[in-house]
């Protein structure tokens, strides 16, 4: 045979090099058995190596590699094989993670990694004479603590004998004249008790490897009782040639919340920090368990920074034991109808549903009160609770502003009082007025607040709450304006304001009108009026909006008669030639109209930006509250459908003029090209449409076609 033929038959058992480099910590490629039988060269050490221990058991290995669009799943470790493959395997951008250390006291090794490190110039993947790399330091540090443990230097032969220091698993990270043909710059090093003869080969090639971090999360204790706090170590250590920048956290840690201010800049939200080659940081962070697994909690995230590739090995993730246990709220709810602040008798809400969520792992539960107004939740699993709870005939427990959640764990039982009133609706009224029709962006809009207090006793601590929903065009504080300023004390943090029994009170709130009203085509105050309204859902609702015109979009979407109710156009159900027209309720006008093509498709081009409602021609209608509403933004195409069901046809007399009876419409009139859907409406009709549009576009109208004020 061959040399050559002997090269490619050795290759063949490429494979089984996987195992043994798994069993010790490698890569799954990148590394080939050594000859078990050679006697591997003493390490040239340039220090003395670290009494350091190794991590503990409970230390879990390197996080495997996480692409961020799939969830982390880690590789399970090949069995142990004393079989001595030679020839190497280029290593994968992507590493498998190294089994965890074994689960005893760390000791002193007995035992030894060899690794053998070539520059594989002719580019053969094969250990040729003189590719050896003579001098290749290696840093080996403790993954839990970023700390030295050694440093190693590859002798003659380039070969490195990982040994001397405690049993475990480490980071070795290279000097940053080489790098792993990969592109990383450092590998997992794993040092066994015992002589097992395992090692590898790894491909070099000269460069500065860029920036790769690596997390490690250690724990506290063992293992924790469910309501414990678990208290962590998190380790992160730039094991590439090149400083990482604007590293922070990509998401909060998962199953244990921790407070984002323990993480300082490398939290989610940060700004990030800087780690030089072979740098670390540690973080002390400790939280709630919020999540449990077959006994165990995992938290876990991924570290991010500048450059970061994508698939990567930076995981931060562990694992510890989690012990469930088990804790109880009861309670009692009652009618305070004398208003007294206190439960007196005859009070006793009976067939009040009580709610409870929360706990680890997260559950629901429901009971009802007794005839006492008592409830009890026994064996609640340990955690976080909030509890609600719906009486009959309106009453309503109110929130005082605070945080509701309860903790429930063992041998401390939560005792609730739910106490009951009438909503604030019954005696607040709210009105709420724009000073104009229309606005244009950063004009500043000027709001009239009427709250009226029909009841006997004063309120107190009424606050605005505004723009539940969402939406950056509403006034009153939004996730893309930020918090309102202009309200005085009816946004927070302003405390509220007083209005006297029969009392009827006048404020006036400033705003600017925001950007993304121009992209919206209105703009809208929609705010609810109570004490704590952003706790209390009974608060007395005004609204209004504005014009801001000038912006405008194009729609497209189906129009069809959904049969069979599966939200799908199936064969038959499309409604071709058919005019449609989108009108806006609050003028009273129509803004656009087109035809539907032969297979039900809608195109509206050039729409004034804003909410509308679409109507059709012929026996058809739209069902429901919403039925027929579309939004159209500034500067973009948008996408509804128009489903739309038959509008029941008069009974045909037996015997009469035929077609088309028991309901079923008749076919919608031609109009191809525009024809008769369009002549029928007649020219008027089209001439107001146009003037409509122009209304509308340019901010026009309230006092041609109508005020268009909606308040509560």
């Known amino acids: 045979m061959s040399e050559r033929s002997a090269r490619r038959a050795l290759l063949r058992v490429g494979a089984l090099a996987t195992a043994v480099v798994l069993a010790f910590g490698g890569t799954s490629a990148a590394l080939a058995q050594d000859d078990p039988t050679s006697t591997p060269p003493v390490p040239t050490q340039t220090s003395t190596p670290s009494a350091e221990p190794t991590p503990s058991s409970s230390e879990p290995a390197p996080p495997s590699s996480t692409p961020t669009s799939e969830s982390a799943q880690p590789t399970e470790p090949a069995e142990p094989t004393t079989e001595a493959p030679t020839a190497p395997v280029e290593a994968p951008a992507t590493p498998v993670e190294a089994p965890a250390a074994p689960a005893e006291p760390p000791k002193a090794a007995v035992g030894k990694f060899t690794v053998k490190f070539i520059h594989d110039q002719d580019g053969d993947s094969w250990d040729d004479p003189g590719e050896e790399i003579v001098g290749l330091k290696v840093a080996v540090l403790n993954p839990a603590t970023g700390t030295k443990v050694a440093d190693f230097v590859s002798g003659p032969d380039g070969k490195i004998v990982f040994?001397?220091?405690?049993?475990?698993?480490?980071?070795?990270?290279?000097?940053?004249?080489?790098?792993?043909?990969?592109?990383?710059?450092?590998?997992?090093?794993y040092v066994p008790e015992s002589d097992t003869g395992g090692g590898g080969m790894y491909l070099m090639e000269p460069g500065t490897s860029a920036a790769d971090l690596r997390g490690s999360l250690t724990f506290e204790k063992s293992s924790?009782?469910?309501?414990?706090?678990?208290?962590?170590?998190?380790?992160?250590?730039?094991?590439?040639?090149?400083?990482?920048?604007?590293?922070?956290?990509?998401?909060?840690?998962?199953?244990?919340?921790?407070?984002?201010?323990?993480?300082?800049?490398?939290?989610?939200?940060?700004?990030?920090?800087?780690?030089?080659?072979?740098?670390?940081?540690?973080?002390?962070?400790?939280?709630?368990?919020?999540?449990?697994?077959?006994?165990?909690v995992r938290p876990s995230t991924i570290i991010d920074w500048d450059g970061r590739p994508n698939p990567c090995q930076c995981g931060l993730s562990g694992e510890v034991t989690v012990v469930q246990t088990k804790g109880e709220i009861s309670g009692v709810a009652y009618a305070d109808k004398n208003r007294n602040g206190q439960q007196d008798a005859?009070?006793?809400?009976?067939?009040?549903?009580?709610?409870?969520?929360?706990?680890?792992?997260?559950?629901?539960?429901?009971?009802?009160?007794?005839?006492?107004?008592?409830?009890?939740?026994?064996?609640?699993?340990s955690g976080d609770y909030y509890v609600g709870y719906t009486f009959a005939d309106g009453w309503v427990v109110h929130s005082d502003g605070t945080d509701s959640k309860v903790r429930v764990q063992p041998g401390a039982p939560v005792h609730l009082t739910a106490r009951g009133e009438r909503p604030y609706t019954e005696s607040l009224s709210a009105t709420l007025t724009l000073d104009k029709d229309v606005y244009q962006v950063g004009e500043e809009a000027r709001i009239t607040i009427t709250l009226t207090n029909s009841g006997d006793r004063a309120l107190s601590g009424i606050q605005a709450w505004c723009n539940r929903i969402g939406d950056d065009n509403q006034l009153g504080g939004s996730p893309g304006n930020g918090p309102?300023?202009?309200?005085?004390?009816?946004?927070?943090?302003?405390?509220?304001?007083?209005?006297?029994?029969?009392?009827?009170?006048?404020?006036?709130?400033?705003?600017?009108?925001?950007?993304?009203?121009?992209?919206?085509?209105?703009?809208?105050?929609?705010?609810?009026?109570?004490?704590?309204?952003?706790?209390?859902?009974?608060?007395?609702?005004?609204?209004?909006?504005?014009?801001?015109?000038?912006?405008?979009?194009?729609?497209?979407?189906?129009?069809?008669?959904?049969?069979?109710?599966?939200?799908t156009v199936d064969e038959g159900e499309a409604i071709g030639n058919t005019r449609i027209v989108l009108r806006d309720r609050e003028r009273n006008v129509d803004v656009a109209e087109t035809i539907s093509d032969a297979a039900g498709n809608v195109r509206f081009d050039r729409v004034p930006a804003g909410d509308w409602w679409a109507w059709v021609d012929g026996p058809w209608k739209f069902e429901g509250e919403w039925g027929g509403h579309v939004r159209v933004h500034a500067g973009g195409e948008w996408r509804s459908d128009f489903t739309v069901v038959p509008v029941p046809q008069p009974e045909t007399p037996a015997g009469g003029a035929g077609g088309g009876g028991g309901g079923t419409p008749p076919p919608a009139p031609?109009?191809?090209?525009?024809?008769d859907a369009l002549a029928k409406t007649g020219a008027s009709v089209l001439g107001l449409g146009l003037i409509g549009v122009l209304l509308v576009a340019f901010g026009f109208g309230a006092s041609v076609i109508g005020r268009r004020r909606q308040i509560a």
Request: with cysteine; glycine share 16%.
């Open 163 to 189: 040994t001397g220091i405690p049993a475990g698993q480490y980071w070795g990270v290279f000097d940053t004249a080489w790098k792993l043909r990969s592109g990383q710059g450092g590998i997992p090093v």
């Open 224 to 296: 924790y009782e469910s309501h414990e706090t678990v208290r962590m170590t998190a380790t992160v250590t730039n094991i590439g040639g090149q400083t990482a920048r604007r590293a922070k956290l990509m998401w909060s840690l998962f199953a244990v919340e921790t407070a984002e201010e323990q993480w300082g800049d490398f939290g989610w939200r940060g700004a990030g920090i800087d780690l030089a080659s072979g740098e670390s940081r540690t973080f002390q962070v400790s939280g709630p368990i919020r999540d449990i697994s077959n006994g165990k």
């Open 346 to 381: 005859g009070e006793a809400a009976a067939g009040v549903v009580v709610e409870a969520n929360g706990g680890t792992p997260y559950g629901y539960f429901k009971t009802t009160t007794e005839a006492d107004g008592r409830y009890a939740f026994k064996d609640l699993p």
């Open 484 to 567: 309102a300023t202009g309200w005085g004390e009816l946004i927070p943090p302003g405390k509220g304001v007083t209005v006297g029994a029969g009392e009827t009170k006048t404020f006036i709130a400033t705003e600017k009108v925001p950007q993304a009203a121009f992209n919206f085509g209105t703009v809208v105050a929609s705010c609810g009026f109570a004490p704590y309204a952003g706790w209390n859902t009974d608060a007395a609702e005004a609204f209004d909006s504005a014009r801001v015109p000038g912006g405008f979009g194009s729609l497209v979407g189906k129009l069809y008669h959904d049969r069979n109710g599966n939200w």
């Open 670 to 675: 031609a109009a191809a090209g525009g024809g």
